[in-house]
């Protein structure tokens, strides 16, 4: 399972929410057997300073494998799209780019959609 890292900290209306969504939602999933990638902007928060990287990556468990884009005209999103490329590869985002309906994770509906509100994480099909 593929988590759009960035997007899980961020609320419907785009306000900053933290890590700690990212961090139950990876949990939860492992807990359940589940192998988790956590795939980040250059950036956690919009240019947030106070979460770097390497923090974030710090307060997941050492099994959790957590990537970065490092460049700034790159999103996480493309990068998380592009890795869920096998038949048993999922994804969690709240992004849903139509320039990228060609990769092989949203025609084959692989994609799960996210919706957070007051620090409740909703995923429909889980």
């Given at each position: ?38 795939v ?11 979460l ?7 307060s ?7 990537q ?25 985002s ?11 994770a ?6 799960l ?14």
């Amino acid at each position: 399972m593929f988590l759009g890292g960035n997007n899980l900290c961020h609320d419907y209306k785009n306000d900053f929410l933290g890590f700690a969504p990212v961090k139950a939602l990876a949990s939860a999933l492992q807990a359940e057997g589940i192998e988790v990638t956590v795939v980040l902007d250059k950036f956690i928060g919009p240019r947030n300073k106070r979460l770097s990287f390497s923090k974030a990556e710090a307060s997941l468990r050492p099994d959790i494998d957590v990537q970065q884009v490092r460049r700034l005209n790159r999103s996480a999103d493309a990068r998380l799209f592009r890795m869920a490329c096998t038949n048993t590869d999922w994804m969690v985002s709240k992004e849903n780019y139509e320039e990228l309906s060609d990769l092989a994770a949203m025609p084959d509906n692989r994609v799960l959609f996210i919706y957070l509100k007051n620090s409740v994480i909703e995923i429909e099909a889980l």
